[in-house]
């Protein structure tokens, strides 16, 4: 819900903003919009994306506010907003705080955070880009935290590259604990035909699997270009290259999408819906939970142990019987089960016990899995007429247990 009002309000912002038409040119003051500034003037912008990777389709609006504070100083407020994993709404904010020479480099710090699902993300990070005529050189350093990423340190390495002042092609490459190394291509052109609209493209790769998406981006200013250094006004939109170094800021959701931004946000998505395991957000590793193990207590590995050591056998009534008195949940005994549950939580005061129970019977590849596996072989071959001699040769075959019983059986 909080995903959905975010949206709302981001749609009714940009229906509020229309653009300025430009002017004929005009002289203005030498101290009138910001010329040489680091933010040339109060502007807005709006992205509105959509994609997908192997987690389901992701869209979402990206909206940012900046302001000049001074001659060189400005604050970008981000936002964004929408769902990943086809359904799973998520939502976040940065505040971005930077100095700018327009001409020569740009430094700032930034604080962001975001929730997808039920689970928070938080970010600080340190931001940097030096300009070379029509390249730009980008630079971040942040430390993540929060219930999606444990803490780490990351960092991501950029260049982009304007052909002409209208197009944009850049790419990164970012490294953190949990992802290892990954990447980010990025594709932007304005349309001189619609001042203030551009389009854009983003692929982003890592350890997993890869995230694309795109979408259009609006640019609300003067609509005319203020930032020329006679001071005049122009009647023409500004340029790309010009809006990206005399305006505004990348939304810092966008610009890094795996240190903290898309891509991460649409893995975490993907592993709350049961999908590949992420950070701390557990997902399905095909046993249940992203641990390894299909139970988080002891009277549920119990219940697991004993459904897969009778699973279509003659038993098998046996451990519906056993599951109807003791399951936490709504067995006849659950008053006193689902306190025991609780208490050997693996993040309760027993969690050892269970621990030790999973290291030998709780997981695919537990110490005692191989005896269970074999063990049910045998009482399914019971039920299903299989000979004496059959059965005998299976338990022989049962690592340690036949070594032990060969001299009792015939």
Aim: charged share 15%; proline share 5%.
């Amino acid at each position: 819900m909080r995903a959905i009002t975010l949206s709302a309000a981001f749609v009714a912002a940009t229906s509020a903003a229309p653009f300025v038409l430009a002017q004929d040119a005009v002289p203005v003051s030498p101290d009138q919009f910001g010329a040489g500034k680091g933010v040339a003037e109060t502007n807005f912008q709006l992205g509105i994306f959509g994609g997908g990777d192997e987690n389901g389709g992701l869209y979402g609006g990206a909206p940012s506010l900046t302001l000049p504070l001074g001659d060189n100083v400005g604050l970008q407020i981000d936002g964004i907003a929408g769902f990943v994993a086809d359904e799973v709404g998520f939502a976040g904010g940065a505040a971005q705080l930077f100095y700018r020479e327009p001409e020569t480099f740009m430094v700032g710090i930034v604080g962001a955070g975001y929730f997808v699902d039920d689970y928070e993300q938080y970010a600080v990070a340190g931001i940097a880009e030096y300009y070379i005529d029509n390249i730009t050189l980008e630079g971040t350093a942040g430390y993540t935290l929060g219930e999606v990423v444990p803490d780490q340190f990351y960092g991501r390495a950029g260049i982009s590259i304007y052909p002409n002042p209208n197009l944009r092609i850049g790419g990164g490459l970012m490294y953190s604990d949990v992802v290892g190394l990954g990447g980010d291509i990025q594709a932007e052109a304005l349309l001189t035909d619609i001042p203030g609209m551009a389009l854009f493209a983003t692929g982003a790769f890592d350890d997993k699997g890869a995230t694309g998406y795109g979408g259009v981006r609006f640019y609300f200013n003067s609509a005319t270009n203020l930032l020329s250094d006679d001071r005049t006004k122009q009647a023409s939109t500004p340029t790309l290259i010009d809006i990206h170094r005399k305006l505004v800021r990348p939304n810092f959701f966008l610009s890094d999408p795996i240190g903290f931004g898309v891509r991460q946000i649409s893995r975490a998505g993907g592993a709350a819906t049961g999908g590949d395991p992420f950070g701390d957000v557990p997902g399905d590793d095909g046993n249940g939970n992203g641990d390894g193990t299909t139970c988080a207590d002891l009277i549920c590995t119990v219940q697991d142990t004993l459904g897969g050591l009778t699973d279509q056998s003659l038993l098998d009534p046996v451990t519906d019987l056993v599951n109807t008195l003791v399951d936490p949940t709504d067995g006849a005994l659950s008053a006193l089960t689902g306190q025991l549950a609780d208490l050997t939580n693996v993040d309760g005061a027993l969690g050892a016990v269970t621990e030790l129970v999973q290291g030998l019977v709780g997981t695919d590849n537990s110490a005692l899995t191989p005896l269970v596996d074999a063990l049910n072989e045998v009482l399914v071959g019971l039920g299903g007429g299989t000979s004496p001699e059959d059965i005998t040769a299976q338990i022989s075959a049962i690592p340690g247990l036949g070594g032990i019983l060969g001299g009792l059986l015939p």
